[in-house]
Structures are given as structure tokens and as C-alpha cells.
């Protein structure tokens, strides 16, 4: 008998190399195995007889072995060869280069063989079937349906399969159920057991999908309960600054060389109200790359500083922080607001002499990086706090910046639109404010994707976007995902260009590992426009805004996801010029196609974050580096969309009964939270 917190190595079969494969898939304790989900089935419950196979299809074939396998030399490899039959035929099965085979099969037993069947040397035969074996005693119908897992090469199917349906076999008690009961009643949600099992081994696709309807909703479930929790236990909904509107506002607006957009002026409407209520604002700002977001914060800091009170921006990288305090100074000078920056590449001495001046109010607005949350900052009155581009902030880090005031206002913007329903799980307590349009006569990016043949070609209007003055972004090629070889490719593709191509050009590069006063350099360079071509890794996803360049060419598009490639296109189309993306890709896999397909059709960043969730499997959107939220194995956001919803309907509920999670009837879902997120408040990003 085996418990859940069990090792794997009690199972059959499992020494020190395969608890290392497993581990590698984060599987050690049965618990972690059973919940290993298939990411896809194979339907063996459909069988065909000999005489009915067509040569060229896929089919399982049930029969039993009518020869003794043998072992034949063929050039280098080995052919392990034997026949089957069944009432209407017989039919040869072929493997190559696994010998062993041979001593695996034996003459008079009875298998299934699923494979694509061809026609050789006059007879038919299945080539490298996979194959299951049927005992005499078992019945057609508990053969059904076949588990696929995501394994790394060295480990087989059928051996993991054996594990999981041994460790299920063997777990000692039932496995506890954690969804209270008037919720799995209300939504109809199987039980865990039932669901574990048959999302394993489902008789039927009807039985397969109560268990996935089950496992979804608890994903949902568990992922949203946690993040509420969390932001309970961090940020307990305080009475906050009641602001006075200021007159300086219309002046402001009024001395912009552009009018507010109908989404800006919205938005801007929301956060009034916020910030002249009594409660501390905590609102989110979505809006497309492009929209203007950066005036909405100034404006919001401008009431800020004109009450009395201290605000700080706070930007994910330094280059975008001195781009910040750079619009926000010229911005907020003529109104007596005094800025400043803060970031870590300053000298101690300098660092002092800004806290100082932060501690007795001699300044307003500070904007910076990681820099803003260090200890030795703190600030006489802080009033706002606002965080840019705000997916590569943790909550901690927003926290923190927050406890430097009593309950200011919260600001968060992001430049990654996503459906409501979704920034509904992310943002959760956050009210959410969309700018939905962009500022007027900005033209369409042109946006091609094209081979890597059409290189020369695009060197060519690159001179041509240069020779008119204008300004070139590169996203230069990568072989792998590592730092190092990053690094070189950037820097022999500079070389390459400067060398071969563009001898006449100022071309420089700039990637992650350089110092962020390297950076600063070189980004202030190119936005002077001494810069015409700036090779660059994602470095430059973010937030810069450098109006005359107006051509991005991304090397390998295909190694990025739609929000990434939406990201890095969105630094040009910035000003008044005609703007141009060119994706260079060879990859010819569907999802690859796909995602060119979606980009050169639009630039609408609602519609590419959907289409990014639709390609992308489950998990991968939430990605556990960049936000730390536990993986959603099962579910997929965008299909299960129906199933979100109910489970956000849900933990409504579950909060009118019970918010504290402190009835009987749910203290294993607390539990079962408590394991889950244990490690979660620090990164976790919101
Ligand atoms: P993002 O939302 O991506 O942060 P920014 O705030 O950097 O966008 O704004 C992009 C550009 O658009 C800036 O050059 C800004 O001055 C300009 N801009 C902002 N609002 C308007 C508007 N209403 N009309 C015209 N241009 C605008
Ligand atoms: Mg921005």
C-alpha cells in the first residue's frame, strides 16, 4: 500500500536514473505522479480487422502472434520482425534498431498494434507500432482509451503508463476531496477520485470529459481562491487620501500639443473619482502598446504633488525609468512638480542626497527602478504610487513601495492587454481600467513576414528607411536560450552589419548583461538619433518610445510568442512616420505559420493576447517564471472560458459563506491552499 507523499521509487521498476528523468518533470512523490495529466489519448477502443485495413492509414489491429519474433541484420540496423493474425488475416509488424524486442514478444499471445499499415514485398505490415498487451481474461471494453503523457525520450509510454496505473492501484485510503460538496453539487463537478482516475484511463470520451470538467474547474478554483487570499493577507482595504481636484489639471491638458483621447479622458475620469474618494485607490490601467498611458500617470501625479503629497513611479529597467523621468520632468516642470530619478547605477553619494531630499518632501515625483523599494527610501508624505509595465513586478515589490505611505493610492499599469475575464483571475481586487483606443492618425504598422532568403532585400530597405532619416530597430538571431551565446550573436551580428552591409552607418548594440549605464548611453544616443541601426535582444520590449524609428526587423520571429512579437513591434509606429515590421522566419510548423498569420493581420493587442492564449497550450501563458503562479497543467484559457467564469461565480459564493475558509466543511480547501501558494507571495505578480 502506498501513501500519496510516497516516493515514486517504491514503484516497480524505478532506480536512481528514472527518479532522475521523473524528477526532471517534477514528479517524486506518488501524489505528484497520479497528477501528471496526459496531454493527449489515443483511441484504442476502435479496432480493425486484417482483411478491412487500408494501406497509408493509422489503425489498432488486434491479434495474436503467429511466429516466433526474429532478429534480422540490415545493414547497420537490426529488424526485429514477426506475424500476427486475426480471424480475417494475417498481417507482418516490423520494428528497427530495437532488438530486444524480440525477447519482449512471444509466439501465441495476443496484443493490440496500433500503427500505419503498408504494403511491401507483396504483403502488409505495421511499421513500429506501438502496442498493448490483452490478457485472455480482460474484456474489449477495458481497453479503450490510452494515456499520452509528455515524457523527455528515455522514458516510454507504456512504462509510465504501468506506474501511474500501479500507483492508483495501491494508493491505501481514497484520495480526499477538497471542493466542498455544495459546490461540486451546484456545478456538477465529479468527484477527485472518479476525475484522477479517468483522466488517466477514461473508458470513453464521455467519462473523459467529466473528469477534465472536474479538473479544469479546480484549477480555476484553486489558482483564483489562492490569489485572493494572498492580496487579503497583503493589502487590507484601508480608508486612504481623499485628494482635492486642482485647477492645474485643465492647464495641463489644455497645454498638451495633442487632445486626450475619449479612452484616455475615461480613464482618466475613473481615477479621479478614486483618487478624490475616501477610499485608497487600487485600479489597474490596461492599454494597448501605444496608447498614451504615460499621460494618464502624469496627470495622476500632477494632483498628486498639488495636494500636498509625494508620488514615485517605478519602471521594470532602468533605460525606461530615465525615459520616464525625462517626459515626466519636461511634463511637470512649468508646474513647480520637482522630479527625480532614482536608480541603482547612481553613486552612494548621490543615492544619500536623494533620499535626503525624498525624506523632507524638497521633492515630489520620484521615478525609478528596484531602487525605490530599498529600505533607506522613505518618504515624508507619499501619496500615489504607480508601477509601469507592471508584469515584471512581483506583489511583494508593489507592496512594499505601498507601505512607504499610509495607504496611498495604487496605480498599476500594464502594457500586455488581455480579455477582461482574464485580467479578472490576474488582477483579481484591482479595479480594472481599459484605454481603449489609440491616439488618432497613428498609421498601421505594415507588418511582412518573410524567409530568411529575403535577407538581402531587407538590408536594402533598411538603407531606404535610413537614408530618409529615419531609425532601425534589429532583433538579432539566436541560436539558443542561453545568456552567453545570446550575448556573442549579438555582438558578431553587429560586426557582421557594420563590417559587410552598412559600413557608412552608426549601428550599436545593446543586450541584457551590459551595465545599465552602458544601456542608458546607448539608448539616449539612438533616441538623439545618432544611433541609425540598434542590434538588440528583448531588451527592448519595453515601454521605449523613440518616435523616428520606424522599422523593426525581428530575426527567428518564430522563437516569440504573439505577445512578445506585439511588444517588440510596438516600438515603432510611434510618431508621424509610416512604420514597417519585418518577421523573418524559416519555421514551417503550424503554430509558427500561425502566429506570422495573426500578426501580419493585425495590430489590435486585445485580439493577438487571445489568439496567443488559443495557440499556446495551457500553462504556458501564465508561465511560471515570469508571474510564479503554480502552472495550469489542465486547463486551457481560452477554451475553458465557460468554466472560469463558473468558478469565479464560485468563490463569489464560497466568500458571502465563508470568506475566512473557517467551517468544517471547508478546512481541507484551505488546506489544500495553503500547500499550493506556500511558496507563491514572493514572486508572485500582480
Ligand atoms: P504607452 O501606452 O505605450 O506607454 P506612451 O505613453 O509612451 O504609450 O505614448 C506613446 C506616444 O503617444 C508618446 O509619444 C505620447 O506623447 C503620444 N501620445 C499620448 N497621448 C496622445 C494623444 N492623445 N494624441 C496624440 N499622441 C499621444
Ligand atoms: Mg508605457
Not at 42 to 68: L, N, P, R
Not at 460 to 484: A, D, H, N
Request: hydrophobic share 35%.
Amino acid at each position: 500500500m502506498l501513501r500519496l507523499q510516497d516516493s515514486v521509487s517504491n514503484l516497480k521498476g524505478i532506480g536512481i536514473q528514472r527518479l532522475k528523468l521523473l524528477g526532471q518533470l517534477g514528479i517524486f512523490t506518488i501524489e505528484d505522479l497520479i497528477s501528471y495529466f496526459p496531454r493527449n489519448y489515443e483511441d484504442w477502443s476502435q479496432t480493425t480487422s486484417i482483411k478491412d485495413v487500408s494501406i497509408g492509414e493509422i489503425h489498432t489491429i488486434q491479434g495474436k502472434i503467429s511466429t516466433i519474433p526474429q532478429n534480422i541484420k540490415k545493414g547497420k540496423l537490426v529488424m526485429t520482425k514477426m506475424k500476427i493474425q486475426d480471424s480475417t488475416g494475417t498481417l507482418w509488424i516490423v520494428w528497427y534498431g530495437q532488438p530486444y524486442l524480440k525477447n519482449y514478444f512471444h509466439k501465441g499471445e495476443t496484443y493490440l498494434f496500433t500503427g500505419k499499415v503498408n504494403y511491401y514485398y507483396g504483403s502488409l505490415q505495421l511499421l513500429s507500432p506501438e502496442y498493448e498487451k490483452i490478457n485472455n481474461t480482460q474484456k474489449d471494453s477495458d481497453i479503450g482509451i490510452l494515456p499520452i503523457y509528455s515524457l523527455p525520450k528515455k522514458l516510454s509510454q507504456k512504462l509510465f503508463r504501468n506506474w501511474i496505473k500501479e500507483a492508483l492501484e495501491k494508493i491505501e485510503s481514497t484520495i480526499q476531496e477538497f471542493i466542498p460538496l455544495w459546490i461540486r453539487k451546484q456545478y456538477e463537478l465529479a468527484d477527485l477520485e472518479y476525475s484522477i482516475y479517468h483522466i488517466h484511463f477514461p473508458k470513453d470520451r464521455q467519462h473523459f470529459l467529466t473528469a477534465r470538467r472536474r479538473l479544469v474547474f479546480e484549477e480555476f478554483f484553486l489558482l483564483q481562491l489562492g490569489l485572493l487570499q494572498i492580496k487579503q493577507t497583503v493589502d487590507k482595504k484601508l480608508e486612504g487620501i481623499s485628494f482635492k481636484p486642482v485647477e492645474e489639471v485643465k492647464t495641463f491638458i489644455k497645454q498638451l500639443p495633442f487632445c486626450l483621447t475619449d479612452g484616455q479622458k475615461k480613464v482618466m475620469e475613473e481615477i479621479q473619482q478614486d483618487m478624490y474618494s475616501t477610499y485608497a485607490m487600487n485600479r489597474l490601467v490596461q492599454g494597448d502598446v501605444g496608447s498614451g498611458k504615460t499621460i494618464v500617470a502624469a496627470i495622476a501625479l500632477l494632483i498628486t504633488a498639488k495636494n500636498g503629497y509625494q508620488g514615485s513611479m517605478m519602471a521594470p529597467t532602468e533605460v525606461l525609468a530615465l525615459q520616464h523621468y525625462e517626459t515626466l520632468k519636461t511634463l511637470l516642470d512649468p508646474f513647480g512638480v520637482t522630479c527625480t530619478l532614482l536608480v541603482g547605477s547612481l553613486t552612494k553619494k548621490q543615492k544619500e542626497n536623494i533620499w535626503e531630499n525624498i525624506k523632507n518632501q524638497k521633492i515630489d515625483i520620484v521615478i525609478g527602478t528596484h531602487a525605490l523599494i530599498q529600505e533607506s527610501v522613505s518618504f515624508k508624505k507619499l501619496g500615489l504610487v504607480i508601477t509601469d509595465e507592471q508584469h515584471r513586478f512581483g506583489v511583494r515589490q508593489r507592496i512594499s513601495l505601498s507601505q512607504k505611505g499610509e495607504s496611498p493610492d495604487v496605480l498599476v499599469m500594464t502594457a500586455t492587454p488581455i480579455p477582461r475575464t482574464l485580467a479578472l483571475i490576474l488582477y483579481g481586487d484591482l479595479d480594472i481600467s481599459i484605454i481603449d483606443e489609440l491616439p488618432p492618425g497613428r498609421q498601421q504598422i505594415k507588418t511582412y513576414a518573410v524567409p530568411s532568403s529575403y535577407r538581402n532585400r531587407i538590408y536594402l530597405f533598411m538603407k531606404k528607411e535610413i537614408e530618409k532619416g529615419r531609425q532601425v530597430y534589429m532583433i538579432c538571431p539566436m541560436v539558443e536560450e542561453s545568456e552567453t551565446l545570446e550575448l556573442e550573436s549579438v555582438i558578431k551580428y553587429t560586426e557582421k552589419l557594420k563590417k559587410e552591409i552598412f559600413p557608412h552607418y552608426n549601428i550599436a548594440y545593446l543586450h541584457g548583461k551590459m551595465k545599465p549605464k552602458e544601456k542608458n548611453e546607448i539608448m539616449e544616443e539612438f533616441s538623439q538619433g545618432r544611433i541609425q541601426v540598434l542590434v538588440s535582444t528583448t531588451v527592448v520590449e519595453v515601454g521605449i518610445n523613440v518616435p523616428n524609428a520606424t522599422l523593426m526587423v525581428i530575426e527567428n520571429a518564430e522563437r516569440f510568442g504573439l505577445s512578445q512579437l506585439h511588444q517588440l513591434r510596438g516600438r515603432v509606429g510611434r510618431g508621424k512616420h509610416q512604420s514597417y515590421c519585418i518577421l523573418i522566419s524559416d519555421a514551417k510548423n503550424k503554430i509558427a505559420l500561425e502566429r506570422m498569420k495573426v500578426m501580419t493581420d493585425t495590430t489590435d493587442g486585445f485580439k493577438i493576447s487571445e489568439m496567443d492564449l488559443k495557440l499556446r497550450g495551457p500553462g504556458d501563458f501564465f508561465g511560471t517564471k515570469q508571474h510564479g503562479l503554480p502552472d495550469l497543467k489542465i486547463a486551457n484559457l481560452y477554451e475553458d472560458m465557460v468554466i472560469l467564469k463558473q468558478a469565479q461565480e464560485a468563490i463569489l459564493a464560497l466568500f458571502e459563506k465563508d470568506p475566512f475558509l473557517q467551517q468544517t466543511e471547508h478546512c481541507f480547501l484551505k488546506k489544500k491552499i495553503n500547500e499550493l501558494f506556500k511558496n507563491s507571495t514572493e514572486v508572485l505578480a500582480l
